[in-house]
């Protein structure tokens, strides 16, 4: 979901952005037009997420799918590095990253259906690793790490789904990555923040397109970026300083998932089954105790004008994604709707 009044400015832009007679989508990239949309796009989300000066953003494409393959060849070299599994998309990072020679489990919580994610304390690495790699929030399955652990190793973590949902120590971070399409702005668009001393390290044989430090020495432009997708990302980071910054939305993140689970908790009819330490805030999976009224649930919810909330086919039951442009009133409607069909189907 994006904010209203992003979609609002953005439609009112589309075909003239500040008088030039031009859409956003029909700008030179490389125009001093686009690019100053480009350069305060940059240092909003630099403001925004309070990036630190010694590392570099890179604006790429390809989804956080592609960066299975992007960190490895920007990291690894002739090292070795380990990987955490806390859930289907953590587990796929690794098993992609297997194609490449010296990739180690740290740990996994596989094998209790990934109830909780692994604690920091069972991780298990060398400190002569290239990096240490984790996800911050596993949509699927619905855990989320809340802290971050301080450790010499580069790390480096998938924050798709969480990022900008509230603040994080970025100096604790090697790289961050995540796909724009949660939390940022339309898909198509993978935002990189990578520390500087890291964009030395990559194989000689990563093609450009997928080299960190040569994207970094040519603004991300190395081949024609994602314009319309970092224009409105450039949309979202103004209008989440003007709801006071991470802090706010963070509290706002909070009371709109506590909502959620609290109702849950305090239903004999829906359940949810992640460990309360660990329950993420931008996805909340729940099951009815009776599973074959899903798919009724889902049509009818659907009738009523609540949409997306099939559970991702790998897991079945149900999912609300309340991501940060989600207001409280849409949980307020779900949980109206959700008793009037508990009462229903009793």
Not at 51 to 57: A, K
Not at 257 to 275: A, C, Q, T, V
Request: aromatic share 12%; net charge negative.
């Amino acid at each position: 979901m994006l904010p209203s009044v992003v979609m609002k400015k953005a439609s009112e832009e589309f075909l003239n952005w500040n008088n030039t007679g031009m859409s956003v989508m029909e700008m030179s990239h490389r125009g001093k037009e686009y690019m100053s949309i480009f350069r305060k796009t940059e240092q909003d989300l630099r403001k925004v997420f309070q990036v630190p000066n010694n590392y570099h953003i890179l604006f790429l494409q390809g989804g956080a799918i592609t960066q299975n393959f992007m960190v490895p060849m920007n990291l690894l070299d002739n090292g070795t590095a380990s990987y955490v599994v806390s859930g289907y998309w953590s587990k796929r990072t690794y098993n992609d990253a297997l194609a490449f020679q010296n990739i180690n489990l740290a740990a996994s919580s596989e094998s209790e259906e990934y109830v909780s994610p692994p604690e920091f304390s069972d991780w298990n690495f060398s400190q002569n690793d290239s990096y240490v790699h984790f996800c911050q929030n596993e949509t699927i399955h619905g855990v989320e790490y809340f802290n971050t652990p301080t450790i010499d190793v580069p790390l480096v973590v998938d924050m798709s789904s969480t990022i900008l949902s509230r603040q994080v120590d970025i100096s604790k971070y090697g790289v961050i990555y995540a796909g724009a399409q949660k939390n940022i702005g339309p898909s198509g668009l993978t935002i990189l923040i990578v520390r500087d001393d890291l964009l030395e390290r990559s194989r000689i044989d990563t093609p450009t397109t997928y080299n960190w430090k040569i994207q970094s020495e040519n603004d991300s432009m190395i081949n024609t970026p994602t314009t319309y997708s970092i224009y409105m990302a450039g949309l979202v980071f103004e209008w989440l300083m003007s709801c006071g910054g991470l802090s706010e939305v963070e509290k706002l993140n909070i009371k709109k998932s506590k909502l959620l689970y609290d109702y849950i908790d305090n239903s004999d009819f829906y359940y949810n089954e992640i460990n309360n330490d660990y329950r993420s805030r931008m996805n909340v999976p729940f099951r009815i105790r009776d599973d074959e009224l899903t798919m009724k649930f889902v049509e009818e919810a659907e009738s009523a004008g609540l949409y997306q909330l099939k559970g991702h086919r790998l897991v079945g039951g149900l999912r609300a994604s309340i991501y940060n442009a989600m207001p409280i009133e849409g949980i307020e409607e779900l949980l109206n709707f959700m008793n009037d069909f508990e009462k229903n189907n009793k």
